[in-house]
């Protein structure tokens, strides 16, 4: 069955880089695009970015700069890579699978809390 | 970037009840329209898809309807387990973007 699975740190400092890994199974990521979606704590969810299986990335315009996404297919996993943390950066991040136009994110990983702070 | 509002922001409710809520559009994503539940402290759910097609396992209670720019989800008799955070994503264009969100609360 389509799962996935967010990994890493709970906390990071402020003006360090944030490392997430989302592991998947139960789908090839040559074939279906995972992508980003954070949700600070009490508010909305905003689209990040995401990655299509042609290998091929989007981004938020507002994230562009400090954002990279990218994956290892051998490994199922997709990672994602932001600079510059700030406080307001402290969210809830979750990977989940865009199975196309008429789908939307049909499957979200249980999403890892991340807090930006000193 | 497509703007997406959604009403009311809160909406309390009488279990039993037929509810609407709605999703605007700032412009026309034809029918890239997605719904999705969000209970507290877990990840959002799927609800429906493309405006108003229905996904398997979620109660034949939800439905969605509408096109362009006007969209709405309803729950046709809300149960307890229905106490939730609605969102609105639209896929026509990127950047992808959510609404807001509706919650449900009990009256």
Known sequence: QVQLKESGPGLVQPSQTLSLT??????????????????????GLEWM???WGDGSTDYNSALKSRLSISRD??????FLKMNSLQTDD????????YYGYTYGFDYWGQGVMVTVSS | D???????????????????LS????????????????????????LIKYASQSISGIPSRFSGSGSGTDFTLSINGV???????????????????FGSGTKLEIK
């Open chain 1, 22 to 43: 989302c592991t998947v199974s139960g789908f090839s990521l040559t074939s279906n695009s995972v992508h980003w979606v954070r949700q600070p704590p009490g508010k």
């Open chain 1, 49 to 51: 970015g995401g990655i």
């Open chain 1, 73 to 78: 297919t051998s490994k199922s996993q997709v």
């Open chain 1, 90 to 97: 402290t969210a809830i991040y979750f990977c989940n699978r």
């Open chain 2, 2 to 20: 497509v703007v997406l509002t959604q009403s009311p922001a809160t909406l309390s409710v009488t279990p039993g009840e037929r509810i609407s």
């Open chain 2, 23 to 46: 999703c605007r559009a700032s412009e026309s994503v034809d029918t890239y329209l997605h719904w999705y539940q969000q209970k507290p402290n877990e990840s959002p759910r799927l």
């Open chain 2, 79 to 97: 149960e307890l387990e229905d106490l939730s955070i609605y969102y609105c994503q639209q896929g026509n264009s990127l950047p992808f973007t």
